[in-house]
């Protein structure tokens, strides 16, 4: 069965602090994506990666960076973490084209006090 | 950008009913995506429909699509307590992305 996986459930950090967030997909997906999710504004997708070390912006990239140095890590990065970036995050992953269903870790939420 | 939105934002409804939400979305698009989150858990994929598709049907799911009115609504029939969960609509109009809506909450209360 597929599985993606974030590797903290809950995880607080401190203002200014550089905070990472990893995710591992078991399934060979070529696509990867990191998503946040705040009430009433749905996800938003922050990067994406469709291959090993290639990234692309999202909608909303400010603040953050990503890492994908192996096919099934990608990695989200907080450069200097901030109040206004406590959310939930979700990591994703799918293979090949955008109408292939994307698969969903069960998320991280983050708070930065 | 946020391509869907969903209507109503929230829905409660009895054990053995219909529950019927609507996605609106702007620009034209390729595929259709409906996922379900139940709560503190990531989305899962339900039904996908292709913009050439008006209807599909999945066990007790159904999916229309409208590309003239740029809409799409999910139907969940008998609906059970396990439906508890908040849909969303996803839109594709590229290779690889999708745009999420903000979901529609559905309490199906016993």
């Known amino acids: 069965d597929v599985k993606v996986t974030q590797s903290s459930r809950y995880l607080v950090k401190r203002t200014g602090e550089k905070v990472f967030l990893e995710c591992v997909q078991d399934m060979d997906h070529e696509n990867m994506f990191w998503y946040r999710q705040d009430p009433g504004l749905g996800l938003r997708l922050i990067y994406f990666?469709?291959?090993?070390?290639?990234?692309e912006k999202g909608d909303i990239p400010e603040g953050y960076s990503v890492s994908r140095e192996k096919k099934e890590r990608f990695s989200l990065i907080l450069e200097s973490a901030s109040t206004n970036q406590t959310s939930m995050y979700l990591c994703?992953?799918?293979?090949?084209?955008?109408?292939?269903?994307?698969?969903f870790g069960d998320g991280t939420r983050l708070s930065i006090l | 950008s946020q391509q869907g939105e969903e209507d109503p934002q929230a829905l409660s409804i009895q054990e053995g009913e219909n529950a019927t939400m609507n996605c609106s979305y702007k620009?034209?698009?390729?595929?259709l995506q409906w996922y379900r989150q139940n709560s503190g858990r990531g989305l899962v994929h339900l039904i996908l429909i292709r913009s050439n598709e008006r209807e599909k049907h999945s066990g007790r799911l159904r999916v229309t699509l409208d590309t003239s009115k740029k809409s799409s609504s999910l139907l969940i029939t008998a609906s059970r307590a396990a439906d508890t969960a908040s849909y969303f609509c996803a839109t594709d109009s590229n290779d690889y992305k999708l745009s999420f809506g903000a979901g529609t909450t559905v309490t199906v209360r016993a």
């Open positions: 620009t034209s698009i390729n595929n």
């Open positions: 994703a992953s799918s293979q090949g084209a955008a109408i292939q269903p994307q698969h």
């Open positions: 990666s469709y291959d090993v070390k290639m990234k």
